[in-house]
C-alpha cells in the first residue's frame, strides 16, 4: 500500500485480558520496527524485524510481549495478560532496509488502553 | 549507550517568530541524525536529517547541522507558521553492528504557535 496501515487505531481492554496489533507495512519494505510511545514521552524500540526474523527483540519488556511477521511482510505484536502499565500507543514503522538514510514510515499508531 | 536530549517544552511562539529547539546526543560509533514531526492526530513523518559531520539538512524551512564537536543538531526556523503546531522529536541511528537500525529518540518538544 501507499503507507504503513496500523490496525486498530485504538484498543480498549480489560486486564488481564490478551490483545493482537496489526501492522501492515510498505510493499517491499524488509526491515520493520515496533515501538512504544508513553505519553508525554518519545518513541521506545520494542522489536526489529528483518524478513521473517526477529533480529533484535531487545525492547521488549517482559515475556507477555512477542511480535510474528510469518511471511515477510504483515507483523502482528501480541500481548498476553495485559497491565495498565501497559497503555501506550504502539508505532510500527518500516523501511527499504535497516539503517536506511531515507529514513522510516510510520504507520498512524494503536493506541491501547488497559482498563 | 545512546541516548537523545532534547530541549524542556513545550514550546509557544507568535506568528513569524524564530524557532529554535535544541538537540543533543551522545552515541557509540557515528550516527545519522534525524527530526520527526507529529501533527495532531497523525503519524510519525521525518522532517530532515543528516548523516555525516557538517551535513545540513533542510526542510519546509526548518534546518539543522550535525556538529560533531558539540554533539549537537539543534532545529531552527526563521519564520514559524500557525501549522507548524505539532511534537517535534530528534532521533538517531547507528549504522552497522547490532543495533540494526532502529531509532533511540528524544522525548519530544511540543511547539504551539499562535496567530
Known amino acids: 500500500g501507499a503507507g504503513v496501515s496500523q490496525t486498530p487505531s485504538n484498543k480498549v481492554t480489560e486486564k488481564g485480558k490478551y490483545v493482537e496489533l496489526r501492522c501492515d507495512p510498505i510493499?517491499?519494505?524488509?526491515?520493520l520496527y515496533w515501538y512504544r510511545q508513553s505519553l508525554g514521552q518519545g518513541p521506545e524500540f520494542l522489536i526489529y524485524f528483518q524478513g521473517t526474523g526477529a533480529a533484535d527483540d531487545s525492547g521488549l519488556p517482559n515475556d507477555r510481549f512477542f511480535a510474528v511477521r510469518p511471511e515477510g511482510s504483515v507483523s502482528t505484536l501480541k500481548i498476553q495478560r495485559t497491565e495498565r502499565g501497559d497503555s501506550a500507543v504502539y508505532l510500527c514503522?518500516?523501511?527499504?532496509?535497516?539503517?536506511?538514510?531515507?529514513?522510516?514510515?510510520f504507520g498512524s499508531g494503536t493506541r491501547l488502553t488497559v482498563v | 549507550g545512546n541516548s537523545v536530549t532534547q530541549m524542556e517544552g513545550p514550546v509557544t511562539l507568535s506568528e513569524e517568530a524564530f524557532l529554535t529547539i535544541n538537540c543533543t546526543y551522545t552515541a557509540t560509533g557515528y550516527p545519522s541524525l534525524f527530526w520527526y514531526v507529529q501533527y495532531p492526530g497523525e503519524g510519525l513523518q521525518l522532517l530532515l536529517k543528516a548523516t555525516k559531520a557538517d551535513d545540513k539538512g533542510s526542510n519546509k524551512g526548518f534546518e539543522a547541522t550535525y556538529r560533531k564537536e558539540t554533539t549537537s543538531f539543534h532545529l531552527e526556523k526563521g519564520s514559524v507558521q500557525v501549522s507548524d503546531s505539532a511534537v517535534y522529536f530528534c532521533?538517531?541511528?547507528?549504522?552497522?553492528?547490532?543495533?540494526?537500525?532502529?531509532?533511540?529518540f528524544g522525548q519530544g518538544t511540543i511547539l504551539t504557535v499562535h496567530p
Open positions: 514503522a518500516s523501511g527499504p532496509w535497516p539503517g536506511a538514510s531515507i529514513g522510516y514510515t
Open positions: 510493499s517491499g519494505h524488509t526491515a
Open positions: 532521533a538517531l541511528i547507528i549504522s552497522g553492528g547490532t543495533s540494526y537500525g532502529k531509532l533511540t
